[in-house]
């Protein structure tokens, strides 16, 4: 299901079982009582986080410490009042602080979390990232019927150890849910119009949003590894890792800057069976729109299309506002992008299709690249570059478009 076009569904009103030290109310979720790091011998004002973050990238989140206890704040993708939520993440063994005052409503999750679940393709691949699958003991369905397509899926199911299914997304399985014991689930931050978090946080379970897809730049959306890793204590993973992408994004955009030239470029999607209604294309106020424009590349989309999603152009409209394009960008797998131009003759008027001048996201490995990309935002970038211009990356193959 394409949760960019779905309907968002009401969530069952579930309280979750909570367990742990940290209390059953639902805005307390405690741990396993095998948490690695749990302190014995708690000392007012020492500080049990060696390892910190700093956000530098990222428009939507913050992080700060506070000696026992850290608090993350995030913007409310979902509403547009522009609220925050807060979650408050106390050390193993330490006293849980009172959420109350500026902390009124905030989840209090005990780190680090040893029992997770996750319905975000983008979580997932950054647990997977920071070698934290082992805490995972629930999947949304999606991301369980993917490891029946994909080999990535199938190693990460494999290392957590054949987790069960906690339904779709806010459409949670009743059973599984008050079974899991979670003491957190990362859910997918879409944005204005879905729902996912506010219903989770409604019925008392202890949803976090990770809404890197939101975010309008590229290595803002890889910072958001940081926000996940504060969950395991696993800070000091997620800054190398983070520096690691931040050089090599740096590296692509240096390796381009002002050398492809006058292009016109065009970011979309295609194929009907991924919700697009004929052509589906982003403009420049998202993340990729603002990657082609520092990759120094025109976007014919950009106009009147400030949507953070973009928007379905019917055909005539798509004609006229692609008619300069001299380059397209497809994030569907390239089987499914060439049955649809097949099955439509019309699309032979766009000069990028009639020129094969495109590129489509891979079909082995398709669903691994959906969950990584916008971690590995160098690899992104790399890709789009090697297409826009191969001359410039000899002998190398795109990782995730082709």
């Avoid at 095998?34 to 060696?50: K, L």
Wanted: hydrophobic share 40%; proline share 4%; with cysteine.
């Amino acid at each position: 299901m394409n949760a960019l076009v779905r309907s968002a569904v009401a969530l069952l009103a579930l309280p979750l079982v909570l367990a742990g030290c940290g209390g059953s109310s639902p805005a307390a979720s405690g741990g396993r009582e095998d948490a690695e790091g749990c302190v014995t011998d708690y000392v007012e004002g020492r500080d049990y986080f060696p390892d910190k973050s700093t956000v530098t990238e990222s428009e939507l989140w913050d992080i700060a410490y506070h000696g026992s206890y850290k608090t993350i704040t995030l913007t409310d993708t979902e509403n547009a009042g522009g609220g925050k939520l807060t979650y408050v993440l106390y050390q193993c063994g330490t006293p849980r602080p009172e959420t109350t005052g500026d902390l009124e409503g905030a989840l209090a999750v005990q780190v680090p979390v040893t029992n997770v679940s996750v319905t975000s393709f983008n979580a997932l691949a950054m647990v997977e990232r920071l070698g934290k699958i082992g805490t995972v003991t629930g999947l949304s369905g999606q991301l369980l019927g993917n490891a029946g397509k994909d080999e990535w899926y199938a190693r990460v199911v494999e290392a957590a150890g054949t987790p069960m299914s906690i339904g779709e997304y806010t459409d949670l399985n009743e059973e599984a849910v008050l079974g899991s014991r979670n003491q957190v689930i990362l859910m997918s931050g879409f944005g204005q119009g879905f729902d996912d978090i506010s219903n989770a946080r409604a019925a008392g379970m202890p949803g976090v949003s990770v809404s890197n897809r939101v975010e309008r730049h590229a290595l803002a959306s890889a910072e958001w590894i940081k926000m996940v890793s504060a969950f395991y204590n696993a800070e000091a993973a997620a800054n190398a890792e983070f520096d690691t992408i931040k050089a090599a994004y740096e590296e692509v955009v240096a390796t381009v800057s002002g050398r492809i030239g006058d292009r016109e470029a065009g970011y979309l999607c295609v194929a009907p069976e991924r919700g697009c209604e004929f052509f589906h294309g982003h403009g420049a106020e998202t993340l990729v729109g603002r990657l082609l424009t520092r990759l120094g590349v025109g976007n014919v989309f950009a106009p009147d299309n400030p949507a953070p999603n973009g928007r379905p152009y019917d055909f005539e409209e798509a004609v006229g506002t692609a008619a300069d394009a001299d380059f397209f960008i497809v994030y569907d797998p390239m089987g499914a992008t060439r049955a649809a131009l097949a099955a439509d003759p019309r699309t032979n008027r766009f000069r990028p299709f009639r020129e094969n001048a495109f590129i489509a996201g891979v079909d082995r490995n398709f669903e691994e690249c959906r969950a990584k990309t916008y971690l590995d935002v160098d690899v992104l970038a790399r890709d789009f570059a090697i297409g826009l211009a191969p001359e410039l990356f000899p002998g190398v193959k795109g990782t995730c478009f082709a």
